[in-house]
């Protein structure tokens, strides 16, 4: 294959389609644009939702629902990612340098997963009831 053999595939461009050419164009007269009114007219447009000055339909429903700005914040970490860990103390700074939770992370909570077998003191990051009994089963601590 050389550089100067290369085509496109098979289908893939189709020519412009000249509109307003004559009756055997098949486009010819109004050229597919109907025929008065503002869509018909050269630089005749509006705006998207438009509706002619009736209350458009996004207006017209109800606001609803909730989008929460923190909701991809905070970090989840297993118990098994803190027994890999190897450190005795744990902190938001820790676990980003480990690479455990995103640098994107704002904060971080201990879930229930995986098995803890050493003490692990945690500092400042939040702990699920079970990861809590968890750790402090295994002799750390949450503070």
Known sequence: MKLNEIKPAEGAKHPRKRVGRGIGSGNGKTAGRGHKGQKSRSGGFHK???????????????????????AGSCAEVRLSDLQRLGAT??????????????????????ILSGKLERAVALKGIGATAGARAAIEAA???VA
């Open 48 to 70: 998207v939702g438009f509706e002619g000055g009736q209350m458009p339909l996004q207006r017209r429903l109800p606001k609803r629902g909730f989008v929460s700005l923190t």
């Open 89 to 110: 103390e744990a902190d938001l700074l820790s676990l980003k340098a480990a690479g455990v939770v995103p640098q994107s992370a704002l904060s971080a909570k201990v």
């Open 139 to 141: 002799g750390g601590s």
